[in-house]
Protein backbone atom coordinates (compact mmCIF):
# COMPACT_ATOMS: atom_id res chain seq x y z
CA UNK A 1 0.00 0.00 0.00
CA UNK A 2 1.08 3.08 -0.76
CA UNK A 3 1.62 6.34 1.21
CA UNK A 4 -1.07 8.46 -0.42
CA UNK A 5 -3.65 4.68 0.11
CA UNK A 6 -2.65 4.75 3.67
CA UNK A 7 -3.13 8.61 4.40
CA UNK A 8 -7.01 8.63 2.61
CA UNK A 9 -7.37 5.15 4.85
CA UNK A 10 -6.65 7.12 8.13
CA UNK A 11 -8.31 9.96 6.81
CA UNK A 12 -11.47 8.33 6.46
CA UNK A 13 -11.35 6.33 9.75
CA UNK A 14 -10.68 9.51 12.13
CA UNK A 15 -13.72 10.95 9.96
CA UNK A 16 -15.57 8.05 10.95
CA UNK A 17 -15.09 8.47 15.14
CA UNK A 18 -15.98 12.39 14.47
CA UNK A 19 -19.26 10.96 13.51
CA UNK A 20 -19.72 8.52 15.75
CA UNK A 21 -18.74 10.96 18.66
CA UNK A 22 -20.68 13.89 17.53
CA UNK A 23 -24.47 11.39 17.31
CA UNK A 24 -23.29 10.11 20.80
CA UNK A 25 -23.01 13.53 22.46
CA UNK A 26 -26.14 14.69 20.31
CA UNK A 27 -27.91 12.41 21.34
CA UNK A 28 -27.29 12.46 24.78
CA UNK A 29 -28.39 16.54 24.82
CA UNK A 30 -31.30 15.34 23.92
CA UNK A 31 -32.54 12.93 25.98
CA UNK A 32 -35.94 13.58 28.10
CA UNK A 33 -35.72 13.70 32.34
CA UNK A 34 -37.56 10.46 31.99
CA UNK A 35 -34.74 8.85 29.74
CA UNK A 36 -32.00 10.51 32.16
CA UNK A 37 -33.46 8.95 35.55
CA UNK A 38 -34.42 5.63 33.82
CA UNK A 39 -30.63 5.32 33.03
CA UNK A 40 -29.30 6.27 36.90
CA UNK A 41 -31.97 4.21 38.37
CA UNK A 42 -34.21 1.44 36.83
CA UNK A 43 -36.82 1.57 39.37
CA UNK A 44 -37.73 5.29 39.04
CA UNK A 45 -40.33 6.92 37.03
CA UNK A 46 -41.80 9.93 36.62
CA UNK A 47 -45.71 10.54 37.15
CA UNK A 48 -47.29 11.31 33.24
CA UNK A 49 -50.30 12.17 34.17
CA UNK A 50 -51.20 15.83 32.36
CA UNK A 51 -53.01 17.34 35.39
CA UNK A 52 -50.11 17.24 37.77
CA UNK A 53 -47.54 19.21 35.26
CA UNK A 54 -43.87 20.15 36.76
CA UNK A 55 -43.11 22.54 39.20
CA UNK A 56 -40.91 25.45 37.72
CA UNK A 57 -37.05 24.57 38.51
CA UNK A 58 -37.67 27.78 40.66
CA UNK A 59 -40.01 25.78 42.01
CA UNK A 60 -38.07 22.53 42.91
CA UNK A 61 -38.75 21.91 46.82
CA UNK A 62 -35.73 21.30 49.45
CA UNK A 63 -35.92 17.19 50.21
CA UNK A 64 -35.75 17.99 53.71
CA UNK A 65 -37.88 17.74 56.97
CA UNK A 66 -38.45 21.14 58.27
CA UNK A 67 -40.65 22.23 61.61
CA UNK A 68 -44.16 21.56 61.74
CA UNK A 69 -46.33 24.25 60.17
CA UNK A 70 -48.52 26.21 62.73
CA UNK A 71 -52.11 26.06 62.69
CA UNK A 72 -52.47 29.05 61.62
CA UNK A 73 -50.12 29.13 58.30
CA UNK A 74 -53.00 26.94 56.65
CA UNK A 75 -55.58 29.83 56.71
CA UNK A 76 -57.88 28.76 53.68
CA UNK A 77 -59.15 25.81 56.36
CA UNK A 78 -58.29 25.99 59.53
CA UNK A 79 -58.69 29.84 60.66
CA UNK A 80 -62.71 28.85 59.90
CA UNK A 81 -62.88 26.38 62.33
CA UNK A 82 -61.06 27.92 64.57
CA UNK A 83 -62.61 31.66 64.21
CA UNK A 84 -65.98 30.88 63.37
CA UNK A 85 -68.66 28.43 64.37
CA UNK A 86 -70.25 28.11 61.36
CA UNK A 87 -68.43 28.87 58.58
CA UNK A 88 -69.73 30.33 55.07
CA UNK A 89 -70.20 27.55 52.48
CA UNK A 90 -68.99 29.29 49.59
CA UNK A 91 -70.93 29.33 46.15
CA UNK A 92 -69.58 26.13 43.96
CA UNK A 93 -70.23 23.62 47.52
CA UNK A 94 -73.41 22.07 47.48
CA UNK A 95 -75.61 23.13 50.15
CA UNK A 96 -74.98 21.40 53.18
CA UNK A 97 -77.28 18.10 53.93
CA UNK A 98 -79.36 18.80 57.35
CA UNK A 99 -78.87 15.23 58.34
CA UNK A 100 -77.28 13.34 61.30
CA UNK A 101 -77.08 9.44 62.44
CA UNK A 102 -77.65 10.49 65.67
CA UNK A 103 -80.30 13.00 66.34
CA UNK A 104 -80.81 12.10 70.22
CA UNK A 105 -77.05 12.37 70.39
CA UNK A 106 -76.79 16.02 68.36
CA UNK A 107 -79.93 17.23 70.00
CA UNK A 108 -78.34 17.29 73.35
CA UNK A 109 -75.81 21.06 73.95
CA UNK A 110 -72.07 20.03 73.29
CA UNK A 111 -69.71 19.88 76.02
CA UNK A 112 -67.04 21.72 75.80
CA UNK A 113 -64.38 19.12 75.26
CA UNK A 114 -66.97 17.60 72.49
CA UNK A 115 -66.84 21.05 70.43
CA UNK A 116 -63.44 21.22 70.45
CA UNK A 117 -61.83 20.19 67.05
CA UNK A 118 -59.81 17.14 66.57
CA UNK A 119 -58.09 15.63 63.74
CA UNK A 120 -56.81 12.71 62.00
CA UNK A 121 -53.54 12.39 60.53
CA UNK A 122 -53.78 10.24 57.03
CA UNK A 123 -50.88 8.07 55.44
CA UNK A 124 -51.68 6.09 52.54
CA UNK A 125 -49.47 3.64 50.21
CA UNK A 126 -46.53 4.10 51.61
CA UNK A 127 -45.16 1.49 49.78
CA UNK A 128 -41.97 3.12 47.92
CA UNK A 129 -40.93 4.57 51.22
CA UNK A 130 -40.97 1.52 52.96
CA UNK A 131 -38.98 -0.17 49.56
CA UNK A 132 -36.35 2.61 48.85
CA UNK A 133 -36.66 6.05 50.69
CA UNK A 134 -37.16 4.83 54.28
CA UNK A 135 -36.09 8.60 54.93
CA UNK A 136 -39.48 9.97 54.22
CA UNK A 137 -41.74 7.45 56.07
CA UNK A 138 -39.11 8.40 59.27
CA UNK A 139 -39.94 12.47 58.34
CA UNK A 140 -43.50 11.42 57.96
CA UNK A 141 -43.39 9.84 61.60
CA UNK A 142 -41.72 12.56 63.17
CA UNK A 143 -43.94 15.41 61.46
CA UNK A 144 -47.20 13.52 62.79
CA UNK A 145 -45.87 13.67 66.69
CA UNK A 146 -44.26 17.00 66.38
CA UNK A 147 -48.21 18.49 65.26
CA UNK A 148 -50.23 15.81 67.40
CA UNK A 149 -50.88 18.30 70.17
CA UNK A 150 -51.57 21.08 68.33
CA UNK A 151 -53.83 19.82 65.81
CA UNK A 152 -55.62 17.73 68.62
CA UNK A 153 -54.94 14.73 66.37
CA UNK A 154 -56.07 11.32 68.24
CA UNK A 155 -54.23 9.30 65.79
CA UNK A 156 -52.66 8.48 62.75
CA UNK A 157 -54.16 6.10 60.10
CA UNK A 158 -52.99 4.57 56.84
CA UNK A 159 -55.31 2.96 53.92
CA UNK A 160 -53.13 0.27 52.97
CA UNK A 161 -49.85 -0.80 50.92
CA UNK A 162 -47.61 0.00 53.91
CA UNK A 163 -44.99 -1.94 52.23
CA UNK A 164 -44.37 -2.46 48.16
CA UNK A 165 -43.64 -6.88 48.69
CA UNK A 166 -44.42 -8.34 51.27
CA UNK A 167 -41.77 -10.72 50.94
CA UNK A 168 -39.07 -8.75 51.20
CA UNK A 169 -38.00 -8.34 55.29
CA UNK A 170 -36.09 -5.22 54.47
CA UNK A 171 -39.67 -3.63 53.84
CA UNK A 172 -41.25 -4.85 56.45
CA UNK A 173 -38.36 -3.29 59.02
CA UNK A 174 -38.05 -0.15 57.38
CA UNK A 175 -42.09 0.24 57.63
CA UNK A 176 -41.78 -1.15 61.54
CA UNK A 177 -39.13 2.04 62.25
CA UNK A 178 -40.87 4.82 61.31
CA UNK A 179 -44.43 3.52 62.32
CA UNK A 180 -42.93 1.74 65.80
CA UNK A 181 -41.86 5.38 66.31
CA UNK A 182 -45.35 6.64 66.12
CA UNK A 183 -46.76 3.82 68.25
CA UNK A 184 -44.48 4.97 71.46
CA UNK A 185 -46.69 7.93 71.59
CA UNK A 186 -49.57 8.16 69.82
CA UNK A 187 -52.31 5.35 68.32
CA UNK A 188 -51.83 4.25 64.92
CA UNK A 189 -54.34 2.39 62.99
CA UNK A 190 -54.34 0.73 59.74
CA UNK A 191 -55.78 -1.72 56.82
CA UNK A 192 -54.32 -3.97 54.88
CA UNK A 193 -53.36 -2.99 50.93
CA UNK A 194 -53.02 -5.61 47.87
CA UNK A 195 -49.08 -5.30 48.38
CA UNK A 196 -49.29 -5.82 51.99
CA UNK A 197 -51.15 -9.54 51.28
CA UNK A 198 -49.69 -10.82 48.21
CA UNK A 199 -52.85 -9.39 45.79
CA UNK A 200 -55.14 -11.75 45.03
CA UNK A 201 -53.37 -14.63 47.78
CA UNK A 202 -55.08 -12.17 50.48
CA UNK A 203 -52.84 -14.29 52.82
CA UNK A 204 -52.25 -12.15 56.35
CA UNK A 205 -49.73 -14.20 57.93
CA UNK A 206 -46.49 -11.75 57.26
CA UNK A 207 -48.58 -8.91 57.84
CA UNK A 208 -50.39 -10.31 61.47
CA UNK A 209 -46.70 -11.01 62.18
CA UNK A 210 -45.76 -7.41 62.07
CA UNK A 211 -48.87 -6.36 64.16
CA UNK A 212 -48.62 -2.84 63.51
CA UNK A 213 -52.04 -1.73 64.09
CA UNK A 214 -52.50 -0.30 67.78
CA UNK A 215 -55.09 -2.64 68.83
CA UNK A 216 -56.76 -1.24 72.17
CA UNK A 217 -59.94 -3.11 74.45
CA UNK A 218 -62.24 -1.31 72.81
CA UNK A 219 -61.71 -2.58 69.76
CA UNK A 220 -63.25 -5.88 67.80
CA UNK A 221 -60.99 -7.45 65.02
CA UNK A 222 -61.93 -10.45 63.05
CA UNK A 223 -59.82 -12.87 60.90
CA UNK A 224 -56.37 -11.86 61.90
CA UNK A 225 -57.17 -8.33 61.38
CA UNK A 226 -58.13 -8.16 58.09
CA UNK A 227 -61.13 -6.43 59.37
CA UNK A 228 -61.87 -4.22 62.62
CA UNK A 229 -64.25 -1.74 64.58
CA UNK A 230 -62.81 0.88 67.20
CA UNK A 231 -65.09 2.95 69.24
CA UNK A 232 -64.35 6.29 70.06
CA UNK A 233 -67.39 7.81 71.81
CA UNK A 234 -65.55 11.04 74.14
CA UNK A 235 -65.30 12.49 70.17
CA UNK A 236 -68.11 10.89 68.70
CA UNK A 237 -66.75 8.34 65.68
CA UNK A 238 -66.64 4.60 65.22
CA UNK A 239 -63.11 3.73 63.25
CA UNK A 240 -63.56 0.78 60.55
CA UNK A 241 -60.84 -0.62 59.12
CA UNK A 242 -61.66 -3.02 56.03
CA UNK A 243 -58.79 -4.84 54.80
CA UNK A 244 -58.09 -6.42 51.28
CA UNK A 245 -60.09 -9.70 50.18
CA UNK A 246 -61.55 -11.39 47.74
CA UNK A 247 -64.87 -11.91 49.15
CA UNK A 248 -67.60 -10.16 50.61
CA UNK A 249 -67.80 -12.28 53.48
CA UNK A 250 -66.81 -9.61 55.61
CA UNK A 251 -69.79 -7.69 55.32
CA UNK A 252 -72.71 -9.36 57.54
CA UNK A 253 -69.59 -8.86 60.21
CA UNK A 254 -69.06 -5.12 59.79
CA UNK A 255 -72.29 -4.26 59.58
CA UNK A 256 -73.61 -6.31 62.94
CA UNK A 257 -70.33 -4.05 64.31
CA UNK A 258 -71.63 -0.49 63.49
CA UNK A 259 -75.01 -1.63 64.17
CA UNK A 260 -73.75 -2.69 67.69
CA UNK A 261 -72.49 1.55 67.62
CA UNK A 262 -75.54 2.91 65.22
CA UNK A 263 -75.03 6.33 67.77
CA UNK A 264 -71.52 6.99 66.86
CA UNK A 265 -70.47 8.23 63.14
CA UNK A 266 -68.43 5.64 61.49
CA UNK A 267 -65.35 6.22 59.38
CA UNK A 268 -64.75 3.56 57.14
CA UNK A 269 -61.06 2.77 56.20
CA UNK A 270 -60.27 0.57 53.13
CA UNK A 271 -58.14 -0.04 50.59
CA UNK A 272 -60.06 0.15 47.41
CA UNK A 273 -63.00 2.28 46.88
CA UNK A 274 -62.22 4.89 44.36
CA UNK A 275 -60.86 5.24 40.41
CA UNK A 276 -58.60 8.01 39.48
CA UNK A 277 -61.45 9.66 37.90
CA UNK A 278 -63.43 9.57 41.36
CA UNK A 279 -65.94 6.21 39.85
CA UNK A 280 -66.45 3.44 42.23
CA UNK A 281 -63.42 0.54 41.88
CA UNK A 282 -64.28 -2.50 41.69
CA UNK A 283 -63.74 -3.55 45.31
CA UNK A 284 -65.76 0.26 45.80
CA UNK A 285 -68.76 -1.21 44.29
CA UNK A 286 -68.88 -4.01 46.27
CA UNK A 287 -68.34 -1.93 49.88
CA UNK A 288 -70.68 0.40 48.89
CA UNK A 289 -73.84 -2.50 47.83
CA UNK A 290 -72.56 -4.17 50.61
CA UNK A 291 -71.44 -1.90 53.62
CA UNK A 292 -72.64 1.70 52.87
CA UNK A 293 -75.91 1.22 51.38
CA UNK A 294 -77.09 -1.30 54.80
CA UNK A 295 -75.34 0.83 57.58
CA UNK A 296 -76.21 4.53 57.05
CA UNK A 297 -73.91 5.57 60.30
CA UNK A 298 -71.11 5.52 57.52
CA UNK A 299 -70.50 9.05 56.51
CA UNK A 300 -66.98 9.05 55.00
CA UNK A 301 -64.79 6.65 53.32
CA UNK A 302 -60.71 6.87 53.25
CA UNK A 303 -58.95 5.12 50.88
CA UNK A 304 -56.16 4.75 48.11
CA UNK A 305 -54.73 2.31 45.97
CA UNK A 306 -54.87 4.36 42.62
CA UNK A 307 -52.58 6.86 42.06
CA UNK A 308 -53.58 10.45 41.78
CA UNK A 309 -56.76 12.11 44.24
CA UNK A 310 -60.18 11.97 43.74
CA UNK A 311 -63.17 11.79 45.76
CA UNK A 312 -66.60 10.81 45.45
CA UNK A 313 -70.36 11.93 47.17
CA UNK A 314 -73.78 10.75 47.13
CA UNK A 315 -77.02 10.72 48.75
CA UNK A 316 -79.14 7.98 49.83
CA UNK A 317 -82.42 7.78 50.00
CA UNK A 318 -83.14 8.77 53.50
CA UNK A 319 -81.30 11.70 53.05
CA UNK A 320 -77.81 11.43 54.38
CA UNK A 321 -74.71 11.46 52.30
CA UNK A 322 -71.38 9.81 51.83
CA UNK A 323 -68.34 11.19 51.87
CA UNK A 324 -64.95 9.41 49.79
CA UNK A 325 -61.84 10.73 49.69
CA UNK A 326 -58.32 9.28 47.68
CA UNK A 327 -54.98 10.08 47.32
CA UNK A 328 -51.78 8.32 46.18
CA UNK A 329 -48.98 10.28 45.11
CA UNK A 330 -45.98 8.26 46.27
CA UNK A 331 -45.35 7.14 42.10
CA UNK A 332 -44.26 10.70 41.25
CA UNK A 333 -41.04 9.67 42.84
CA UNK A 334 -39.19 13.38 42.20
CA UNK A 335 -42.56 15.37 43.31
CA UNK A 336 -44.60 13.28 45.15
CA UNK A 337 -42.92 12.14 48.21
CA UNK A 338 -44.21 11.92 51.46
CA UNK A 339 -47.62 13.59 51.37
CA UNK A 340 -49.78 13.07 54.34
CA UNK A 341 -53.23 15.04 54.94
CA UNK A 342 -54.63 16.00 57.93
CA UNK A 343 -58.84 15.78 58.38
CA UNK A 344 -59.57 18.29 61.25
CA UNK A 345 -63.31 17.25 62.49
CA UNK A 346 -65.37 20.28 63.72
CA UNK A 347 -68.53 19.17 65.87
CA UNK A 348 -69.99 22.16 66.25
CA UNK A 349 -70.59 22.71 62.39
CA UNK A 350 -70.18 18.70 61.89
CA UNK A 351 -67.83 19.83 58.75
CA UNK A 352 -64.50 18.22 57.84
CA UNK A 353 -61.57 20.31 56.90
CA UNK A 354 -58.71 18.77 54.71
CA UNK A 355 -55.25 19.82 53.81
CA UNK A 356 -52.31 18.17 52.30
CA UNK A 357 -48.72 18.40 53.35
CA UNK A 358 -45.29 16.58 52.66
CA UNK A 359 -43.01 17.41 55.62
CA UNK A 360 -39.90 15.46 53.76
CA UNK A 361 -40.95 18.35 50.73
CA UNK A 362 -42.06 21.05 53.09
CA UNK A 363 -44.27 21.66 50.37
CA UNK A 364 -48.15 21.79 50.86
CA UNK A 365 -50.54 20.92 48.44
CA UNK A 366 -49.33 18.50 45.31
CA UNK A 367 -51.80 19.68 42.72
CA UNK A 368 -51.20 23.40 41.28
CA UNK A 369 -54.94 23.58 41.83
CA UNK A 370 -54.78 23.65 45.57
CA UNK A 371 -59.09 23.13 45.45
CA UNK A 372 -57.86 19.02 44.82
CA UNK A 373 -55.67 19.10 48.07
CA UNK A 374 -57.26 21.92 50.57
CA UNK A 375 -60.53 21.94 51.07
CA UNK A 376 -63.94 21.25 53.31
CA UNK A 377 -66.37 18.84 53.44
CA UNK A 378 -69.62 20.28 54.49
CA UNK A 379 -71.90 18.31 56.87
CA UNK A 380 -69.64 15.56 56.29
CA UNK A 381 -69.94 13.37 59.65
Same mark, same amino acid.
Given at each position: ?119 LIWFSDTQYYAYKR ?164 ? *? ?67 ? *?????DTFTLYDAW
Open positions: MNKTRLFQALWLLLLSVVCVLTFYYRRESTKSPQEVIAREDTVVALATDSRTPAPLPSETPSPSPTPAPTIYEITEVFIPLYETPTPSVPATVPPAVSFSPVPAKTAEPLRETDAAPFSPEIFLSMADWALRIRDEYRAIAVVCTGDIVDNRNYERHWTNAEAAILRIREQMPFYCVAGNHDVGADKADYSIYAKYDFCTVPEEMTVSDDGKCWVLPIPEHGILLVGVGWQNDAAYADWVNARIAEHKELTAILLVHSFLNDDGTLSVNGKRVEKAILQNSPSV *RLVLCGHNDGSARWSKKYDDGHVVNAMMYNFQDDKKYGLGYARILMFNPGTRNVAVTTYSPFLNDYNYY *RDSQR
